[in-house]
């Protein structure tokens, strides 16, 4: 294992400029899935503090009963989904409105306020199936005017998110390939500059494992150092926007790792690709 | 031990290269393989240590037949088989001891049996003292030398040696002769192609002669008053 080590360092010696090369590319596979994977990461926490306050608000028409209201905030109370359910007179949705007017906008322009019941779902019931579905169903009391959650916006960056992870996963597997090129012919150069060292193995009695060994820990460790690398730049970029937009979460430790063993394994598997079928010329 | 049983080989552009070739080495044995260039006699060598298979016919060395032997159990038998060529092939940034290592840690040798191994090899091909001297600094006939080491290191049955004095001078060529009888003399046979035909001449060995990939003569099978045979006819 030690001497694999050794010669596989001298694959490095031997071609710098491409080793650096396969290296690079391996960093930029992993870095634009790693950009895409942080926008889908951060889409996914921006998702949960919406969710959070996430409501639901079913405006009541003007003149309904107090009794009726009552009653119908009893039934949705009573909802498995359902946190609590609160009331809000016309007069606080006025002061409410002037604080908070964008997204309710059109209505506060419309020069009315309707009173409303702001119905708020428990944890784990915020996703936009569920809030549609408690949202239809307060929607059908007769004196429920018009029922309104943040139903597009959810529902937006649900899409972006997806659209994220897709872009990511594309462009990613993209670089990947041509990580894996390139590695291939790094070791395709390191194969042919030592034929005559392999040659000699198979003759000794050196088994095929043993001669590929030195070429995939090439693979392995240029896979590896790719893969800080686009850790690397991956955290640079957050940080950058961090900074100066806004404000971003970076990848847990573990995420981290699987994205430099990513790395490691398409190192490998351009090295494996390669060197079997380049030790048979040899 | 190395038996080639009605073995042809055909290459894919040049075409016929062997046929009906059947004999036998046995254990300790010394035999030469002569015959003119283009003969077959490279060809047969691989086919022994089997960096070729055979077209027809089969190849079995050491209880190994070439016919669906796997890569694997041919790296086996390799470290059972001593080969060493015309040109060395040795590594030139390796002194001659780290070529002779280079044998053992490609063969998973524990380390700490390797130094001693190389030490004995060396001392018995007469080059104890220029361990450490690169090939660049030695003489072909010390090159050579340096070959068989690593041949032998693994303590192989049989030495396959292809036009092993090609390279040399007269008296390079009579030393590493020398040394190949005195190998075989420990008890490794001994397989040697040349087309040296005084070299085969001053011995008693075995002579197996090829002509257009054909056995033309094998001494063994020849009767006890026979005449040379055609070694000393038009080879060449
Ligand atoms: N790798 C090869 N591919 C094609 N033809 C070959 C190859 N090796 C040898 N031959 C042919 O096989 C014949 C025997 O060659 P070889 O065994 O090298 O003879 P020798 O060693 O007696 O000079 C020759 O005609 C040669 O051209
Ligand atoms: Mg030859």
């Known amino acids: ?23 690079v590319t391996i960093a930029f596979s992993l870095f634009a899935f790693g950009l895409f994977a942080l926008v889908a990461l951060n889409i996914r926490s921006a998702l949960r503090t919406v969710e959070e306050r996430v409501e639901i608000r079913a405006f009541v028409a003007d003149g309904t009963s107090p009794e009726a209201i009552a009653t119908a905030m009893g039934d949705i109370g009573s909802f498995p989904e359902v946190l609590r359910v609160t009331y809000v007179s016309p007069e606080e949705a006025l002061v409410r409105a002037k604080r908070e007017l964008r997204e309710f906008s059109d209505v506060f322009e419309s020069g009315f306020l309707p009173g409303s019941m702001d119905i708020r779902l428990r944890p784990g019931f915020r996703d936009p199936t569920t809030v549609k579905a408690v949202a239809e169903r307060a929607s059908t009391y007769e004196f429920v005017d018009d029922v309104r959650y943040g139903q597009e916006w959810v529902e937006k960056l649900y899409r972006l998110r997806t659209l994220a992870t897709f872009a990511g996963l594309a462009l990613g597997a993209a670089f990947a390939l041509v990580a894996v090129i390139i590695i291939g012919a790094t070791i395709r150069t390191a194969v042919l500059a030592r034929s005559r060292e392999i040659a000699i193995m198979r003759l000794v009695g050196a088994t095929d494992g043993f001669v590929r060994m030195p070429f995939l820990i090439d693979g ?63 | ?60 060395v050491s209880g190994l037949s070439a016919r669906g032997a796997s890569r694997r159990e041919i790296a086996k038998l390799r470290r059972k088989l001593g080969i060493v060529f015309q040109d060395f092939r040795l590594l030139e940034d390796r002194s001659a001891e780290a070529n002779v290592a280079f ?105 197996i002669e090829l002509n257009h990939g054909r056995i033309v003569y094998d001494s063994a099978e020849a009767p006890a008053d026979a005449p040379a045979g055609p070694i000393q006819g038009d080879t060449e």
């Open chain 1, 1 to 23: 294992m030690r001497l694999a080590t050794r010669e596989a360092l001298t694959g490095f010696r031997k071609s710098p400029l491409l080793s650096v090369l396969g290296i």
């Open chain 1, 220 to 282: 392995f460790v240029k896979g590896v150092l790719g893969g800080l690398l686009a850790l690397a730049m991956t955290w640079f970029a957050s940080e950058t926007i961090s900074r100066h937009m806004i404000r971003t979460e970076f990848f847990d430790a573990r995420i981290a790792a699987l994205g430099v063993l990513a790395g490691a394994l398409i190192g490998l598997l351009g090295s494996l690709f390669s060197v079997g079928r380049h030790l048979k010329e040899v």
């Open chain 2, 1 to 60: 031990m190395i038996r080639f049983q009605g073995v042809g080989k055909e290459y894919p552009r040049t075409g016929i290269a062997l046929s009906h070739i059947t004999f036998h080495v046995r254990k300790g044995e010394f035999a030469f393989l002569t015959g003119p260039s283009g003969s077959g006699k490279s060809t047969i060598l691989k086919l022994a240590y089997m960096e070729e298979k055979p077209s027809h016919g089969d190849v079995r």
């Open chain 2, 103 to 207: 044998a053992l840690e490609v063969t998973d040798t524990p380390k700490a049996a390797i130094q001693p191994k190389v030490h004995r090899v060396l001392a018995q091909v007469g080059l104890a003292s220029k361990a450490t001297s690169f090939p660049r600094e030695l003489s072909g006939g010390e090159q050579q030398r340096v070959a068989i080491a690593r041949a032998l290191v693994n303590d192989p049955f049989v030495l396959i040696a292809d036009e092993p004095t090609g390279n040399l001078d007269d008296r390079a060529t009579r030393g590493i002769f020398q040394l190949l009888r005195d190998i075989n003399a420990t008890g490794t046979a001994v397989l040697m192609a040349t087309h040296d035909l005084d070299l085969v001449r001053r011995t008693d060995h075995r002579v």
